[in-house]
């Protein structure tokens, strides 16, 4: 995924009025979830803190396959 692809798609689900939570579908199969903002993003990247796991996650657009809204996709 291209950088902008990436950053306009997280920004559109990051902005979603309420927010549902997310999933971030990785080239090489894993999947982030995404619970609650705040997300911060920038160049192709992103980071957040996990509040069950109290550690920092990160994905990147060039691993990115798609976004999808969590009960679209099965983890």
């Known amino acids: ?43 192709g990247a992103a980071s957040f803190i996990d509040p069950e796991e109290e550690a920092l996650v990160e994905f990147f657009h060039d691993e990115t396959k798609s976004f999808g809204l969590q009960r679209e996709v099965s983890l």
Request: hydrophobic share 40%; net charge positive.
């Open 1 to 43: 995924m291209t950088k902008e692809e990436f950053e306009t798609s997280l920004r559109q689900y990051l902005n979603r009025k309420p927010f549902r939570p997310f999933v971030v579908q990785l080239l090489d199969g894993r999947q982030v979830l995404v619970k609650k903002p705040p997300v911060v993003f920038a160049d």
